[in-house]
């Protein structure tokens, strides 16, 4: 049983000692449970929504699905930021005392049930100690943003500048 993967993180595993699809990247799980040595062996992600799928890449019976894999800890983070920010960007710049409550329940069932379980459980630590911002859209997209920034430092990433939140969300980068 591997520790280390092929991009250097730690593998991380199930409580049944399986490799954990969830919380490794594709290339880590892969490499983790054998199915891959190197990292040519790895299918092509870009484009494969536009490119003819070859028919024997197809879900038997299906003429337009491939045999995607389930999403590793990288895809599952980049679709949930989308749908977290989204939200954000569609709350009210004043919102009810319900859709306040509502959004704080969100976010707490959210880290509660986040699939990659070791980011669940640092996501709830960070709601603990910053208690979400619901009093207006503002408020929330730079919580948000600051939740998200918690994350970059984490993983040794560059932090986003919050004052482009709502640009990179909500509105766009136009000028007009
Ligand atoms: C709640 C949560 C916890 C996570 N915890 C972990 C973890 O513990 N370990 C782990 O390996 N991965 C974790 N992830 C996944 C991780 O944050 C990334 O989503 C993943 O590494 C993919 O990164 P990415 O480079 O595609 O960009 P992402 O981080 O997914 O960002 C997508 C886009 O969002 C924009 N963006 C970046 N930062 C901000 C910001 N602060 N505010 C607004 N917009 C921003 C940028 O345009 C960026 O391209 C977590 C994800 C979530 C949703």
Not at 64 to 78: C, F, M, Q, R
Request: glycine residues 6%; contains cysteine; aromatic residues 10%.
């Amino acid at each position: 049983m591997p520790t280390e993967g092929h991009t250097g993180r730690k593998i991380i595993y199930d409580e049944d000692g399986k490799p954990c699809r969830s919380c490794n990247t594709l290339l880590d799980f892969k490499f983790a449970t054998g199915r891959i040595t190197s990292r040519a062996a790895l299918p092509e992600r870009a484009g494969r929504e536009s490119r003819t799928i070859p028919a024997q890449e197809l879900i038997p019976g299906s003429k337009s699905y491939a045999k995607v894999e389930p999403p590793d800890v990288v895809e599952l983070g980049n679709s949930s930021w989308n749908l977290l920010h989204s939200i954000t960007a569609t709350y009210p710049s004043k919102p009810s005392e319900q859709k306040k409550a509502e959004m704080k329940q969100f976010l707490t069932i959210f880290s509660h049930i986040y699939p990659c379980s070791w980011c669940a459980r640092d996501f709830e630590k960070f709601i603990e100690q910053n208690a979400p911002k619901v009093d207006s859209r503002e408020d929330l997209g730079r919580w948000m943003c600051e939740a998200h920034n918690a994350v970059n430092e984490k993983l040794g990433k560059e932090k986003f500048d919050c004052n482009f939140w709502a640009k990179r969300w909500k509105d766009g980068w136009d000028e007009n």
